[in-house]
């Protein structure tokens, strides 16, 4: 389309301007914008949750199609999907940190035996000489061995 639209105007800048060569490229400029807003609309139904396109579609009805309000629609609609997947992660991630029980393992654990009934934030890993976290398994199902004998 953008192409189609420098034929036309380069045309139109030549000191004569061939009217049946405007007529055809205007023609050409008009069915590739079109082309190009019904192929950007069937990727929207494929995928009407993708910042990237929604914002490719607002810059092409911007700087092509010179639609002013359409391309601040969109680049609307891409701001709310941005802040609505920016939501989405920050709950994942609060669930998933939740989920975790999270133990210092000190360098030199303390006379008397391992330091393990110490919770700690995670992230925090001063004086730690490894981190175990875990989610606790399902009733009925027993913890992984292998690591329950390592701490034993």
């Known amino acids: 389309a953008r192409r189609a639209q420098l034929r036309f105007w380069g045309e139109l800048l030549e000191d004569v301007p061939n009217l049946n060569r405007l007529f055809e ?51 609307g609609r891409a701001d709310d999907v941005e802040d609505q997947i920016a939501e989405d992660a920050e709950q994942a991630q609060k669930r998933f940190v939740g989920s975790f029980v999270a133990f210092d393992v000190p360098v030199a654990p303390p006379t008397g035996g391992r330091d393990l009934d110490r919770a700690t ?28 004998r390592l701490f034993a």
């Open 25 to 75: 490229q205007g023609s050409s400029m008009r069915l590739a914008v079109e082309r190009a807003r019904e192929h950007f609309e069937r990727c929207l139904v494929l995928e009407d949750a993708s910042p990237s396109l929604l914002r490719v579609y607002a810059a092409f009805q911007l700087d092509v199609a010179n639609d002013e309000v359409a391309a601040a629609q969109l680049v």
């Open 121 to 148: 934030h995670i992230g925090d890993d001063s004086g730690a000489a490894f981190r175990l976290a875990a989610v606790p398994p399902p009733a009925g199902e027993a913890p992984n061995s292998a690591a329950a």
